[in-house]
């Protein structure tokens, strides 16, 4: 595993405990060699994660969009910056780049690009693994709501099982090097409903 993408708040969030683990995350992955890419901002727990990483010796690698950029958002002490378009440039580099997904604590943009890439990992767009980093329960509603689309037929177990969940980045990095993809077809038919 070369580099791991690394979804987060703008925002450090309204708990010691995100930030801690943040930090936590990005000097493990420095120190075991494993490169960061993430959305490329200075604020919030993604600056956490990558200030942390470089201060470790880290290599991370920042993907960010012209008008974030222009707001004065970039982090400017990254081992490489790019700077995209859109924030679907943005995404679809984010996953070229990265052999695996971490979403930490965040809002709508957090969710929204980590359930991309399970997506993405259920449809065999590609084969990499997805993780909750479960912070004080953070995503334990997310993960509700993933029972509830099994029970009513929306989502296989199987697949349900693509979102990896850890309270620990330690345990967490190893769930990822060791996750195999499933070999279930996405769509359900009624007699499995």
């Known amino acids: 595993m070369q580099a791991i993408c690394i979804f987060s708040g703008s925002n450090s969030g309204a708990r010691q405990s995100y930030i801690t683990a943040a930090r936590a995350l990005g000097a493990l992955l420095a120190q075991r060699g494993i490169g960061i890419v993430y959305g490329g901002a200075r604020?919030?727990?993604?600056?956490?994660?990558?200030?942390?990483?470089?201060?470790?010796?880290?290599?991370?690698?920042?993907?960010?969009?012209?008008?974030l950029f222009n707001k004065e958002l970039a982090h400017d002490k990254l081992s490489e910056l790019c700077v995209v378009n859109s924030m679907h440039e943005r995404k679809a580099l984010m996953a070229e780049r990265a052999d695996a997904f971490i979403a930490l604590p965040g809002g709508f943009g957090t969710f929204e690009e980590i359930l991309e890439m399970l997506t993405w990992t259920q449809?065999?767009?590609?084969?990499?693994?997805?993780g909750l980093l479960n912070v004080e329960g953070f995503y334990d509603p997310l993960r509700?709501?993933?029972?509830?689309?099994?029970?009513?037929?929306?989502?296989?177990?199987?697949?349900r099982d693509i979102a990896l969940a850890e309270a620990d980045p330690a345990a967490m990095i190893e769930r990822l090097?060791?996750?195999?993809?499933?070999?279930?077809?996405?769509w359900l038919d009624r007699s499995e409903t």
């Not at 449809?123 to 997805?130: D, E, F, I, N, T």
């Not at 509700?144 to 697949?159: I, M, T």
């Open 144 to 159: 509700q709501l993933f029972e509830r689309a099994v029970d009513d037929g929306f989502l296989r177990p199987a697949h």
């Open 123 to 130: 449809l065999g767009v590609h084969k990499k693994p997805c």
């Open 43 to 67: 604020v919030g727990l993604m600056g956490q994660v990558a200030d942390s990483a470089l201060e470790n010796g880290g290599k991370v690698v920042g993907v960010i969009p012209r008008f």
């Open 177 to 186: 090097k060791k996750w195999e993809a499933p070999i279930a077809p996405k």
